[in-house]
Every structure is written in C-alpha cells, then in structure tokens.
C-alpha cells in the first residue's frame, strides 16, 4: 500500500517518527488546542497573507471546498495560462502533497518563497522548503532559486505598513539542494515506519523541539508530577537522570546533585524550608515608604499594529497598582486597562506617572521584564523620559530573595516564579479557577477583546482581565507581609 505524505507530515516525522505514526493511525490521542498555539497558527496565516503583497496581483489557489487533485489541477492549469505568481500552488511528487507561499516566475525560472512569522532562518525551514523543492522538481518545475522570507525585527512601522520592509527575504538556494539527497530518503523512511508497528520511541527532547508536539500529554502520561523533571537551576540534567531509570524525585541520589539542585532535593525529601533570615532582612531593608506594587500585561504581534513599533515588539495594555503610603497605613488600588484597538502607550504612560510619586519604592516582580516596558515608553515618549527614569531607579524586586535561594519551600518545586511562591506562602491566595490565570492567558484575552464584536463579552473579558492583574499585585503585597514576618 502507498503511503501518502504530505508537508507538514513530512516535517513531524523528522522531528519524531512516533508522533508522526499516532497522527496516521491515532489522532484522537493529540492534545486540545490551546489559545495560545491557536494564536500562532493564526498569527502564521495572518503573516502569510500579508507577505503576498510582495508579489501583488497573483493567482490564489484556494483549498476550501476543493481536493488536493482538483487544486493541483487548478495550478497547472495557471501555469498554462502564463500566470506570473500564484500564491499557496498545489503540487504532489512522489506521493507528497505540498502547496507553496509564493511561486513566482522570475527571468530564469521559477522563484519558491516559503513565508514564516519568524524573524530568522531556522533549520527546520531549511528542511520545509528542501521537501517543496523536491516535489517541485519532480513535478516538472524548473526551480531556480528558493527563499525563506521571515519578519524583519529591525523595522519600525512610520504610517501604514510597507511590506517590502517588513520582510526579509533569505536566498536558500543552495542549502535546499544540498539536501536533496536526504529528502527521497527520509520519505522511503517515514513510509517504513508507517507500514509497521508504532516505534518504540521514548519522551525525549524532540517532544518540544523544533515544535511543541501535539501528543506530548499520551507520550508524557507515564511522568508523575514529583518527577525528576521538577529539577531547576544547573547541575543534574532531567534526561539524563531519566534515561538512568530515575523517575521520580525521591529516586535521586544526594550524591548526583549539587548545588541549588541539592537544596531543592533535600528540602523535598525532607519536606521543609530554608530561610537566610540575614539575607532577608538586606533585602527588606532596601524597601521604603510610600509603596508601591506594580504589575504590567503585555502583547506582542507579529506585525506591530501603531507606530514606532517592531514585529514581536511588547506593548503594555495593563498595569495593577497596589499601593501603601506609610508604615502600617491601609492598602489602596489604581488599575489601567486600555480600550480595545487603540495604541495605549501615551494614555498609560501619563496615567502610571500621576499615580505614582517621585519618591515612591516602586516593587515588581521579576522586575527585569516591568524595567524593560518602562525603557521602551521612555524612548517611545522623549518628554516622558525623565519622569520615567525616575521610578525605573525606584524599582526593586521581589522575586530576588526567592532567586538566590535566600527562601525556599520544598512545595515551590525549584521554581521561584511568583506562581509558585504565592499558593505557598500565602495559602488563602489562589489563582486557581481564574478566567485569566497567567500572562499568556492574558495575552490571549486581550486579542480576543479586540476581535469581539459583542459588548457584553468585551466586558466579561474585561472584568476577567482586570480580576487577575488585581491579584498579581495584591499577591506581592502578601508575599512582602510572609517575608517580614518569617524575618
């Protein structure tokens, strides 16, 4: 029986031949699809359209309602007609089915463009488009030059979007042909696999590399949560510790770990917590009064959608602003949440600054990424820089006692992400149940606030977004009252 590939197969058997067996035979095992991997897909049809504006005036070959046969058929005969550039051409070689980006006759042939919503070339890309050749090849095309073409991160958008400058495009050529002698082979390969029984394939670094595979919860199933892969920091690594037989935690020796890895592991065996009450209280101590716990949401397209922004550029659209004035003084709130569409950052950036003063202790945590926003509305808004500098020399972090290891509990697992220090030392606090749980569920919220079209659901959107920034800071704000009284 012919096995018949396709591209997208074609690039899941070289990542792992398992994942690409259970997707022949048993899709039903593959995971749900979470917002935040429906967003890259959409992000990656989103780019690809934009990207035909390079070649304007093309054919698109559609494929709703119609067979891989029928859009093969509808290429040829484009080509007969002497179109110049047909967009998502249909093509099959060798039992592999592949439609391309962008096929455009140039003055010596041929001209493959495979579109990415990356901002670089990557390997896996070069594999993509050494299997489009192939069948391109074998189908009778005459290719002469083949190219990734991907975002360009250095450009800044100045009114509407010039599409000639927001893309890249990287000639391949060459690279493509010299695997031309890997492709036949990797296909008669993947075809073997298919025709017998599922590989004996164990979990290994592939399930997440290059693309985060859709069975990794069938393939993972046997990973219990205390596992050796709740290993942080360096020292032991997780697969090697697995591929020894070491499963669970508990099954580590002492002796293989070092370090905060030896901490992590002695605090879980024992099941306590370490505290370095001196470096604590140093850390306390470069806090003062008035107080102010700050917290920002951001998003990130592809194609920046205002002015004076990059591709992947982050845009604050939120912030949560706890805030005590002195000492034992009662604890007051400020919020910001931009409209939907709109570009937030002057409307924020004047609002965060009448809310807190000059001389205010400013505390984030992991304040490295709230810093980095801050210098990008400060070169965004030249009249805002000062004021701006002013609380980014104000700020401190919170997450510094928990990074150097100065606080530790066994049940924060060798993370100190504030995710895992909130449920612990402030039990009362949860954000268990949440709408919006955690930043990328925020990230995807925003986008769906911003393509809804019903008022009532924005608004829904709204309070769930509003209700999980409020408790970033307010958790901060708990966790600073647990290090005092632990001190």
């Not at 089915?97 to 493959?112: N, P, Q, R, T, V």
Request: net charge negative; with cysteine.
């Amino acid at each position: 029986m012919r096995l018949n590939l396709s591209k997208s197969l074609f690039i899941r058997g070289l990542q792992c031949h398992k994942s690409l067996y259970l997707d022949r035979y048993h899709p039903e095992l593959k995971g749900t699809v979470s917002e935040a991997q429906q967003r890259i897909f959409d992000t990656g049809s989103d780019v690809g359209l934009l990207a035909q504006g390079l070649f304007p005036g093309g054919v698109e070959i559609v494929y709703e309602g119609f067979t891989p046969t029928e859009q093969i058929a509808m290429t040829a005969a484009e080509i007969r007609k002497g179109t110049v550039t047909i967009y998502e051409a249909a093509f099959e070689h060798d039992g592999v089915f592949m439609k391309a980006d962008i096929l455009h006759k140039g003055k010596g042939g041929w001209e493959l463009y495979e579109v990415k919503a990356t901002t670089e070339v990557k390997d896996v890309h070069v594999n993509d488009v050494a299997l489009q050749y192939y069948v391109l090849t074998g189908a009778g095309v005459n290719v002469a030059r083949a190219h990734l073409v991907h975002l360009n991160n250095q450009y800044v958008r100045n009114g509407a979007i010039e599409v000639d400058k927001l893309f890249l495009s990287k000639d391949i050529t060459e690279a493509v042909r010299d695997r031309q002698t890997i492709v036949p082979s990797e296909i008669a390969r993947m075809r073997e696999i298919l025709s017998v029984d599922i590989p004996a394939i164990d979990i290994g670094k592939y399930c997440d590399n290059p693309y985060s595979c859709d069975f990794h919860d069938h393939c993972w199933q046997h990973i219990p949560e205390e596992s050796v892969f709740r290993l942080k920091q360096r020292g032991a690594r997780p697969f090697e510790l697995y591929n020894q037989g070491l499963l669970h935690l508990k099954d580590v020796p002492l002796e293989m770990v070092s370090g905060s890895q030896l901490m992590q592991l002695q605090a879980f065996l024992g099941k306590k917590e370490f505290i370095n009450t001196e470096e604590v209280r140093s850390f306390l101590d470069t806090l003062w009064y008035p107080l102010y716990f700050l917290d920002f949401e951001t998003f990130n397209p592809a194609v920046p959608p205002f002015d004076g922004m990059r591709p992947y550029q982050q845009v604050t659209f939120q912030y949560s602003l706890h805030y005590i004035e002195r000492e034992g003084g009662e604890l007051f709130h400020h919020e910001y949440l931009a409209d939907p569409n709109i570009d937030p950052r002057t409307a924020l950036a004047n609002k965060l600054l009448e809310e807190i003063p000059e001389n205010a202790c400013i505390v984030a945590y992991n304040a490295a990424f709230e810093m980095g926003r801050l210098r990008e509305l400060a070169a965004f808004l030249p009249k805002f820089s000062m004021a701006i500098q002013t609380r980014i020399d104000n700020i401190r972090d919170l997450m510094i006692p928990f990074k150097k290891n100065h606080i530790y509990h066994w049940q924060m697992m060798g993370s100190y992400s504030q995710k895992a220090v909130l449920p612990v030392l402030v039990p009362d606090l949860s954000y268990k149940g949440m709408e919006v749980a955690n930043g990328g569920m925020a990230m995807d919220a925003y986008a769906r606030m911003c393509s809804c079209n019903d008022p009532g659901e924005v608004e829904n959107i709204r309070t769930a977004l509003l209700e999980y920034c409020k408790l970033d800071t307010l958790g901060m704000v708990r966790i600073l009252e647990r290090l005092r009284e632990m001190a």
